[in-house]
């Protein structure tokens, strides 16, 4: 969710935990002397991750002085990545893909369960801070389309009834289940494997959810 704008409310001050230094340091040991700038990507990534998903300006700064660079090289690669958000994101940051392959096997219905239940569009934070909507381009995940990214799961073959209790259960604080929701085992076909069937290990595999559109 990148741009060219910082937010508007900035934290003054902002220092990696003692863990994150350790792990700062054993990925800057990986390149050679004087090349230590080639970390800037994991580095902003780990400050993120630290900053509930998002980077202050104050992050940049911090990154910047450990790899020793001007700020507004780092600030120019964190704008330039859409993986790296300038503003505040909710708890579940939900990336609909709109792609073809996607769009074909339904991503519209994604994204009207999602404004019908949250009440956002792309780019809107719902009321609760718990949802922020981003649609993108490929994500990767074709064969199972349609999908949603949420943080760093993927969730896929889904329509408009699953991805209402997708939300349901991510806003009840629930656990899920990344993958397929119908239960598809990686990219097999829709109906079930065709080839190499005596290798699976059992008939059924277990839904995603904990609800089920059945005991709706």
Partial sequence: MS??????????????????????????????EGRQA??????????????ENWLPKVAIEK??????????RVLEVATFYTMFNLKPVGRHF????????????????VLKCIGDKLGISNGETSSDGL????????????????IIQIND???E????????????????????KPGSVIGRNQS???DGATTLTSLKEADGVVPAFSKTIDSK
């Avoid at 080639?38 to 900053?51: K, M």
């Avoid at 990154?63 to 507004?72: G, R």
């Avoid at 009834?161 to 629930?174: A, F, H, Q």
Wanted: hydrophobic fraction near 40%; glycine fraction near 4%.
């Fill in 94 to 109: 939900l990336q609909v893909c709109k792609t073809t392959p996607c769009w074909l096997r339904g991503s519209d219905n």
């Fill in 153 to 155: 799961d993927f969730y």
């Fill in 63 to 72: 990154v910047a002085e450990i790899l020793d660079m001007a700020p507004i």
């Fill in 3 to 32: 741009g060219n704008e910082l937010a508007s409310d900035q934290p003054e001050v902002f220092e990696f935990s003692e863990e994150n230094q350790k792990l700062i340091e054993g990925i800057i040991a990986k390149y050679p």
């Fill in 188 to 190: 097999e076909n829709i």
């Fill in 157 to 176: 073959d889904l329509d408009y009834e699953t991805t209402s209790l997708l939300l349901d259960d991510l806003r009840n604080g629930e656990a899920t």
């Fill in 131 to 146: 949802f922020t909507l981003l649609e993108v381009e490929c994500l990767g995940a074709c064969v199972n389309a349609p």
């Fill in 38 to 51: 080639s970390a800037v990507i994991p580095l902003l990534d780990i400050a993120q991750r630290q900053h």
